[in-house]
């Protein structure tokens, strides 16, 4: 199997590399870096929806429109990326996705270990360090390949990230900063509360090639030969087309913003016949936390709403509706043209 172990590449390189090779279907490994920031959405997104393009525009970040699933990320020098391209009948690809993950994140489990940062595995696909995120991963189906794509994460511009993301204001905005600084880590930031010392970029990346080929098999040291140049090179007119980045997506109703597995900031508006209703709140691991409510319903008592918040706080999503439920019959909870079915469109996750 051929590795690409190319240091920093032009950004768009480290995009196409992957799916020509799928697309010509020679398993590889590549180990790169792009030399300039971009945003890099997934297959299923709505580009208008998730970006916001007046910013990017204003401060000259491209797009890419990748052809495997996730969200929208925000990706530089500092994340290493590692792309695993196999044929879908290699006796190594598990059929379960949940093994797929857990098998060939090992490898980035191992590095993080060998430096003295304790990652774990976290179903479904995250790498998680006391349950900070520390690496984004996902796979897809690109031609007769599985692609299998993943960071380790050196450093992070929580602050471009959250300015990259399409929000509907600058409450919401603060809300998604704050919970992905708290919940999305670092090698430096883990290595500096440990008193490690990190390996340089070139270390790292021969130390994710050594423990892919424990996995896998030897590997032949590649370079961008002329065939997989041209590929690249076709496929960038195709997926640098505004036909490709402005596909339609799914229409999403408000802005739900996944900073992990589990952990999900949501914004929501909803117009009754009382007035319009905002919530913005977090779900993480199945529970409601930092929920606020707002907008023309706060021409009710506020004490209302205040008690009607912390009867959520920290309560499971599950239990929405027995929650609702308890507290119209215990507060003898009345809103003129608020009904229980509006609190349901606003809050149901």
């Known amino acids: ?8 590449i032009p950004w768009k390189e480290t995009q196409l590399i992957y799916h020509a090779l799928a697309l010509m279907e020679k398993e590889a490994l590549c180990l790169v870096s792009p030399s300039s920031p ?8 709505d580009l208008e929806q998730e970006v916001d393009l007046e910013f990017c525009k204003e401060n000259n970040i491209p797009i890419f429109r990748r052809e495997v699933g996730g969200g929208a990320v925000f990706l530089d020098g500092n994340q290493l990326f590692f792309q695993l ?12 996705i949940e093994t797929f993950y857990k098998k060939f994140l090992q490898p980035a489990i191992n590095v993080h270990n060998q430096i003295g940062i304790p990652a774990q595995y976290k179903p479904v696909n995250d790498l998680v360090v006391e349950m900070r995120k520390i690496s984004g991963t996902g796979a897809g189906e690109i031609g007769e390949c599985i692609v299998f794509v993943g960071n380790l994460i050196l450093d992070f511009d929580y602050e471009t990230m959250s300015r990259v993301l399409k929000i509907p204001d ?26 490690l010392t990190l ?26 030969d002329e065939p997989l140049n041209q590929k690249m090179q076709e496929l960038d007119s195709q997926m640098m087309a505004d036909k490709w980045l402005y596909m339609k997506g799914k229409k999403v109703s408000g802005r739900l913003v996944k900073v992990r597995s589990g952990l999900e900031v949501i914004h929501r508006m909803h117009k ?3 007035g319009l209703i905002r919530a913005d709140f977090v779900v993480n691991n199945g529970r409601f936390e930092r929920l ?21 706080e920290g309560h499971p999503i599950d239990q929405l509706v027995k929650i609702l439920n308890e507290f119209y ?3 003898n909870f009345e809103m003129p043209g608020v009904t229980f079915e509006d609190w349901m469109q606003v809050l149901k996750v």
């Open 38 to 45: 971009y945003v890099c959405i997934g297959f299923h997104q």
């Open 85 to 96: 391209i196999l044929k879908k009948d290699n006796s190594l690809v598990p059929r379960r």
């Open 292 to 312: 606020s409510i707002s907008g023309d319903i706060f021409c009710y008592p506020h004490n209302t709403l205040d008690q009607l918040i912390t009867s959520l």
């Open 272 to 274: 009754t016949v009382g």
């Open 199 to 224: 390996d340089d970029e070139a270390g790292l990346n021969r130390r994710m090639a050594e423990e892919f080929e424990k996995l896998i098999g030897p590997f032949v040291p590649s370079v961008i």
């Open 170 to 195: 600058e409450k919401f905005r603060d809300k998604v900063k704050k919970t992905i600084e708290e919940n999305l880590s670092t090698l430096k930031r883990e290595a500096a509360a440990r008193e």
């Open 1 to 8: 199997m051929n590795l690409y172990q190319l240091g920093k």
């Open 329 to 331: 019959s215990e507060q």
